[in-house]
């Protein structure tokens, strides 16, 4: 047995030691007045009491039951036949054993005592009626008033004891259903309602989105879901972790459900985004409503002593106008509040059919990205970069290009963008590279042993660390010596994770592999960087280059530029020449290199390979 038992099990034994001691104390009673036979059968009773309060203490239930129960019976059979008889006192015990009986055994046992004693009584009418005993009905004296008054008192007792356990089951019951209601009530609200911020969840949302749609049926009125995310949240739990965050929201909360009316709902869908639900009757009622909310969001938060602030994207929908689904209004809204986003954040975006189909146009196009390496769809072309003054190819640019069955091109400014979001551009990076060092390697062998090749870099070629490695790979596939290799990265790429890049951009210097800066003049041209970083060579974006030639626009910022290259010994290459004026302007000012449509736009591998053939 178990040295801890369960509650049933204690509280059975208590009851079994409880009704010992009781009957032990009336038999000790009765002893006072009893004689002859009726002493020898009492004391043979309360031996076989201890005997049960012995298997008792020692959590031998079943035996101690049946001994008390077993030896109760037994005796009180003893002095009927002794006695009167069936019609003796000592009968009226046999309630109180059934009554034990209830109270300490299970259903077998019951039965199994209630079937003994009426075996008992059986047996006593029939050892009467046989004339095998002769009922002695004794004359009415004080002692018989002593035995009546035991049994009814351990009678009492034991259904005093019944009622009492019956009343705190009850009790307990009850209590135990309140219980369950409050959990169930407890449940219900969860299921319902944010454990972080006490706010509808979205299931709720849908519910009183559902109620307001119907009641603004009935009064004319208008619906709409404000979509609210926040900016730059993300780095509020990186920096001072995910409790802060999850203070702030708990604040935000706070903030905006007190500054909104009884008829707008606050509802948490998910992570850092929220709903507000509210019915209006002109459009610029919400454009209030959303400079408002963008006010508070904005606001400074005070975290854990740290002053914190962010700010939110809200997209707005309108129901009926843009449908009556739930769910399909939250994905439109969605559409909307990521084109705030796009379009600087810390505003608010209508909704309108556009943004569905640019939406699912760029859905499309990810769909196929995945695919479209293993289906050979990709073409990498390449753009020749020419000395100013000696007119020489040096470098070919390679630039990915997706053609269409149409025979039109899809933009690599669009599905590049599409190709970081979907994750796959480690992929498409890795193609690029393999199919340009052996582009590279091949017009080499050909012939054209100093030509080099220039590969651009996304910023998420860097995060696994594996760069350097997929490059050296590369090299050794195609025999390309890794100078004649030049990786292109933009300005920003120099401000994201500085140490993982700086270790990368080492190893791949260690390699000798040329660095260039790309796009240089349109982002944060931090010096700083250029001579951290080893940077070879700086690109000139094509925004100040183009408009060089015809209007000297831009001319002192790229003179500035030229100037501090040749400052820090580095090649420029100016990109976007069109014009023999731009170049010659270039070369004045002394660049080093360019590219553009003056010599040739970017051409497929065949194409340039009897280009430079014919002409370099």
């Not at 020692?58 to 109760?72: E, T």
Request: proline share 3%; glycine share 6%; hydrophobic share 45%.
């Amino acid at each position: 047995m178990s040295s801890k038992p369960d509650t049933f099990h204690e509280i059975r034994r208590q009851r079994l030691m409880q009704i010992g001691c009781v009957t032990a104390l009336g038999l000790l009673a009765a002893l006072t007045v009893a004689k002859s036979s009726t002493f020898t059968i009492i004391v043979t009773g309360l031996a076989s009491l201890v005997v049960s309060f012995t298997l008792s203490y020692k959590h031998k239930l079943l035996a101690a039951s049946l001994v008390l129960l077993g030896a109760m019976s037994s005796m009180l059979f003893a002095l009927a036949i002794t006695g009167a008889g069936i019609y003796d006192l000592a009968v009226l015990g046999f309630s109180g054993i059934i009554i034990f009986a209830a109270i300490l055994g299970g259903v077998a046992v019951f039965l199994a005592v209630l079937a003994w004693i009426i075996a008992l009584c059986l047996l006593m009418a029939w050892l009467t009626l046989s004339g095998h005993i002769v009922p002695n009905t004794p004359r009415l004296t004080w002692s018989h008033v002593v035995f009546l008054n035991i049994i009814l008192m351990v009678i009492g007792l034991s259904v005093y004891i019944l009622v009492q356990d019956i009343k705190r089951l009850l009790s307990s019951l009850k209590h135990e259903h309140k219980k369950v209601q409050q959990s169930r009530t407890r449940i219900q609200h969860l299921a319902h309602h944010d454990a972080l911020t006490n706010l509808p969840n979205r299931r709720c949302g849908e519910k009183r989105f559902a109620q307001l749609l119907a009641n603004c049926a009935n009064t004319n009125k208008n619906l709409a879901i404000l979509f609210i995310d926040l900016d730059n949240f993300k780095p509020v739990n990186d920096a001072l972790g995910h409790e802060s965050g999850d203070l702030l929201l708990q604040q935000l909360t706070h903030r905006i459900t007190s500054n909104l009316s009884k008829e707008q709902y606050l509802i948490r869908f998910g992570g850092d985004e929220f709903l507000v639900l509210t019915q209006f009757e002109h459009k610029e009622e919400l454009e209030t409503l959303a400079k408002s909310l963008i006010l508070h969001c904005a606001s400074t938060f005070l975290i854990r002593k740290t002053r914190v602030r962010v700010s939110a994207s809200i997209g707005i929908v309108q129901a009926p106008e843009h449908g009556i689904n739930f769910k399909s209004l939250c994905r439109k809204a969605d559409i909307a509040m990521y084109h705030a986003k796009t379009g600087g954040k810390n505003t608010f975006r209508h909704y309108d059919l556009a943004l569905d189909a640019e939406s699912e146009a760029k859905f499309t196009i990810m769909q196929r990205l995945k695919t479209a390496i293993a289906e050979d769809e990709f073409e990498v072309y390449y753009q020749p970069v020419i000395h100013l003054e000696t007119g020489k190819l040096e470098v070919v640019e390679a630039l990915l290009r997706w053609p269409q069955q149409d025979g039109s091109l899809i933009s690599p400014e669009y599905f590049i963008p599409l190709a970081e979001t979907a994750g796959i551009i480690n992929d498409i990076g890795l193609w690029v590279m393999n199919e340009a060092c052996l582009f590279c390697a091949k017009m080499r062998a050909e012939g054209f042993e100093h030509l080099r090749v220039a590969v651009n870099l996304s910023t998420l070629q860097f995060q696994d660390g594996k760069l350097p490695s997929i490059v050296e790979f590369a090299l050794a596939q195609s025999d390309l010596p890794a100078n004649a290799l030049e990786l292109e990265i933009t300005e920003s790429v120099l401000m994201d994770d500085v140490a993982n890049i700086q270790h990368q951009l080492d190893a791949l210097a260690s390699l000798g592999v040329n660095i260039a800066i790309d796009d240089f003049g349109t982002g944060y041209s931090n010096l700083s960087y250029l001579h951290k970083f080893n940077a070879q060579t700086l690109k000139i974006d094509r925004s100040l280059v183009t408009q060089l030639g015809p209007t000297n626009e831009n001319l002192p910022l790229v003179t500035a530029i030229i100037s501090m290259a040749k400052s820090l010994h580095l090649n420029t290459v100016a990109e976007g020449i069109e014009h023999e004026s731009t170049a010659a302007k270039l070369i004045n000012l002394g660049c080093t290199r360019g590219q553009g449509f003056l010599w040739s736009k970017p051409l497929p591998p065949d194409t340039l390979s009897q280009q430079l053939k014919s002409h370099y």
